[in-house]
């Protein structure tokens, strides 16, 4: 099962609203990422946990919190946004390999933010 | 500063043909390579990975990879309309994190009937 899943799959929000994007697999990967996409852009990376710790925060702007509860699930929280944030919000997950081939990241179907 | 680069096309073929995507990437030692196909408004979906310099072949798609020419290309044979989508190039690099990818900028790929 090489699944990932994003709710919502779409969302719209207004600059000073907060909401939560989520995300969850279970293919017993322990590294989880966020990635934001704009249109005819290569994914971006914004966060990268592994084994429940943040271990890379792309200088993202603090509006944007992310959150692993466990080794499923992940949250990326978000407040007072900007127009210029709407993009497909994309989840990945993967081993936790260091070194020697892969890790392969298998990808979510993203969530469509759009910020009003 | 770690580069992927792909032509950012749009490239066409005729269905049935074959349809050859490049990438190139600066770092020398970089240890895995990745293409994803991603339709237009869904996610990227991985169809391969290699890891070795030669071909690696699953179905009509074949990876080539030459480490000394930092070079990665994707054939798709036997070319459909159901093809049709944007293809990114993956890089993992060896040095800092082992887990990030440097992702190309993508080829278009058109398959016409």
């Known amino acids: 099962d090489t699944e990932v899943t994003q709710t919502p799959k779409h969302l719209v929000m207004g600059m000073t609203n907060k909401k939560s994007l989520k995300c969850e697999q279970h293919m017993g990967h322990r590294a989880m990422y966020w990635y934001k996409q704009k249109a005819k852009k290569p994914p971006e990376l914004m966060f990268v946990?592994?084994?429940?710790?943040?271990?890379i925060n792309e200088s993202v702007p603090s509006r944007f919190s992310p959150e692993c509860p466990n080794s499923s699930l992940l949250n990326l929280h978000l407040h007072a946004l900007q127009p210029e944030d709407s993009a497909l919000y994309l989840c990945?997950?993967?081993?936790?390999?260091?070194?020697?081939?892969?890790?392969?990241?298998?990808f979510g179907p993203g969530t469509r933010l759009t910020v009003t | 500063q770690k580069e992927v680069e792909q032509n950012s096309g749009p490239l066409s073929v005729p269905e049935g043909a074959i349809a050859s995507l490049n990438c190139t990437y600066s770092d020398r030692v970089s240890q895995s390579f990745f293409w994803y196909r991603q339709y237009s408004g869904k996610s990227p979906e991985l169809i391969m990975s290699i890891y070795s310099n030669g071909d690696k072949e699953d179905g009509r798609f074949t990876a080539q990879l030459n480490k000394a020419s930092q070079y990665v290309s994707l054939l798709i044979r036997d070319s459909q309309p159901s093809d049709s989508a944007t293809y990114l190039c993956?890089?993992?690099?060896?040095?800092?994190?082992?887990?990030?990818?440097?992702f190309g900028s993508g080829t278009q790929l058109t398959v016409l009937p």
């Open positions: 946990y592994s084994y429940e710790k943040l271990s």
């Open positions: 993956a890089v993992k690099h060896s040095s800092g994190s082992a887990r990030q990818l440097t």
């Open positions: 990945a997950s993967s081993q936790t390999r260091t070194s020697g081939s892969g890790p392969e990241q298998y």
